[in-house]
């Protein structure tokens, strides 16, 4: 699909270029939260967020890159950070943004593009990435590395929780160690510090789904 020129009022990519992943489904992302929970939407923080949380892991301004209707971005400001959740579906913020005054949370959520971050103007210590880049095709891959690293601090985190490829029972979007490392390399402005397996809780899976969990370093 050609590159748009401007945002009108009926275009559900509101002037961005659809993904691979709305290229396919023939759908915004947007549709997905417009019809009861998606099946990533857990209705509570993955366990993996708590993890990293109660081990201090999170420093500095927090961004959270595709934070869908916000539990991990909630669960991280509850235990006192500033933290920016941003999605391109509308719907899902203004879940976010429900379930923020609801439980008296402080927690900015905004509409952003994850192939456009410098547009945010700021910059963040600790960025997150629940679900996201495993949406994502090869080129796509290379030019979210590139955002995310426009926005990220030197020595600034980047933890990133995907479906993996070591079944049995993987989820729609296996990712390799070997396609991690090659998005996040050292000529991009990113060291891979570790990647190890876990799990992405879902509404189909009983135990959820095999997951790496990556630390990775800007440099
Ligand atoms: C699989 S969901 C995960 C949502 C959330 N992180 C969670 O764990 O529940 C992927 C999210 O990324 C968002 N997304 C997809 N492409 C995006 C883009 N280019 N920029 C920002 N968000 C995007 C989708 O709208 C969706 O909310």
């Known amino acids: 699909m050609p590159e748009r020129s401007g945002p009108s009022a009926d275009d559900p990519f509101r002037g961005r270029r659809p993904t691979s992943h709305e290229r396919m ?8 939260y417009q019809d009861g929970p998606a099946p990533w939407d857990i209705g509570h923080p993955q366990p993996a967020i708590v993890r990293l949380a109660s081990q201090g892991a999170f420093a500095g301004a927090v961004l959270d890159a595709g934070c869908g209707t916000g539990e991990n971005a909630l669960h991280v400001a509850s235990v006192g950070l500033s933290v920016l959740g941003v999605d391109v579906a509308e719907t899902a913020l203004a879940i976010a943004r429900q379930k923020a005054d609801d439980r008296g949370i402080e927690v900015e959520f905004a509409a ?3 192939f456009q971050l410098e547009r945010l103007g700021r910059m963040f210590k600790t960025v997150l990435d629940c679900g ?4 994502f095709d090869g080129d796509e ?5 590139a955002s995310l690293a426009s926005v990220t601090e030197q020595d600034g985190t980047l933890y990133l929780l995907c479906f993996s490829d070591h079944g049995p029972e993987t989820g ?3 990712i390799s160690q070997e ?25 189909f899976h009983d135990d ?12």
């Open 25 to 32: 489904t023939g759908l915004p992302w947007d549709a997905s």
């Open 112 to 114: 952003a593009d994850a």
């Open 132 to 135: 996201l880049f495993h949406t």
């Open 141 to 145: 891959r290379t030019r979210y590395a």
């Open 172 to 174: 729609p979007h296996p």
């Open 179 to 203: 396609e991690l490392r090659a998005a996040f390399n050292p000529s991009r402005g990113w060291n891979v510090a570790s990647i190890e397996p876990d799990r992405i809780q879902t509404r």
């Open 208 to 219: 959820g789904a095999p997951a790496w969990f990556a630390t990775i370093k800007r440099t």
